[in-house]
């Protein structure tokens, strides 16, 4: 059965998807890009604050769906430009510090909202 996740810590979806959504086992949260729930803003126009934002709202979804950083099983990270490679997994490595998720990422031609940066995860509730 297909629940539905949402957390006013975290921003609204910018389409017809929802936050994230689970099943008795698996939370799939939807890519998200660096804004700030509170504001309705990026973050900064920094890839590194941006990634920050993306993270911290990965953290609020989960933790509205009872998963955690710790039970991230997969993420993909959508980049504008694949030079932010090593600014964004500097920041990244700080929110998986013990046994890091699998994880993809690559450059594609653009964002929602022209971001620097998306990040989308699949976690364990168990």
């Known amino acids: 059965m297909k629940s539905i996740i949402h957390t006013d810590k975290a921003p ?30 990026f973050a900064s126009d920094d890839v590194v604050e941006q990634t920050h934002q993306c993270l911290k709202n990965l953290v609020a979804i ?42 993809a990422a690559f450059e594609v031609a653009n964002l929602p909202k022209n971001a620097l940066v998306e990040i989308e995860a699949i976690a364990s509730k168990s």
């Open 62 to 103: 989960l933790q509205e769906a009872g998963s955690s950083m710790e039970k991230v099983l997969k993420t993909t990270v959508y980049l504008k430009d694949i030079k932010d490679f090593v600014a964004m997994n500097e920041v990244y490595s700080t929110y998986f510090t013990q046994d890091p998720p699998a994880r």
């Open 12 to 41: 609204a979806a910018v389409g017809p998807y929802s936050q994230a959504t689970a099943t008795e086992s698996l939370v799939f949260v939807s890519g998200q890009l660096p804004i700030d729930a509170t504001t309705g803003k």
